[in-house]
């Protein structure tokens, strides 16, 4: 048997980052006043906007790109394999990317398949993003759909419109 013990590997980071450990991060990019609670895996190929923050026991698979001012909520789940194989798949040539837009508040529990999110854009807790959203909202649900608008010029899910 063969333990592992969970490290930061090859990790590019900007200034004022912390990451709570235990936390498997490897091979991605963390800019400036980055925030990673505990239990966190980041995969290769991710970047994480500045002043972004990701709480506990999220996963950010491979390909995903997060914008700045971002909020991750607790057990967030992003998937980069929509398993058209009808299985896991077998090479990571099938795998998909994910970008998500700048000042995005994404709820607890919510699972991101690969799409895009726009600017502007909370998520609610528990949602499953199947399709990119290209409107600010708020979008709630499985699958995620809209509840309402948000003011473009959110920040952080303030300045709700109804």
């Not at 912390?18 to 980055?34: G, M, R």
């Not at 990701?54 to 789940?77: N, P």
């Not at 290209?134 to 899910?157: D, F, M, W």
Request: proline share 3%; net charge neutral; with cysteine.
């Amino acid at each position: 048997m063969q333990i592992l013990e969970s490290q930061l590997k090859n990790v590019i980071y900007g200034k004022n980052v912390k990451v709570i450990c235990p936390s498997n991060l490897y091979e991605c990019i963390l800019e400036d006043d980055v925030f990673v609670g505990p239990f966190c895996e980041i995969q290769s190929q991710v970047k994480i906007g500045k002043r972004t923050r990701i709480q506990s026991h999220s996963f950010i698979c491979s390909l995903v790109e997060i914008g700045q001012d971002c909020f991750i909520g607790h057990g967030v789940m992003f998937i980069n394999d929509r398993f058209t194989e009808g299985k896991p798949a077998s090479s990571k040539d099938l795998w998909e990317s994910t970008r998500i837009g700048n000042n995005v508040s994404i709820g607890s529990n919510a699972t991101i398949l690969p799409v895009s999110i726009c600017d502007n854009v909370i998520i609610g807790a528990g949602a499953v993003v199947t399709h990119s959203i290209t409107q600010s909202g708020i979008y709630v649900g499985n699958p995620a759909s809209l509840l309402r608008h948000i003011s473009q010029h959110t920040t952080k899910g303030q300045n709700y419109e109804s």
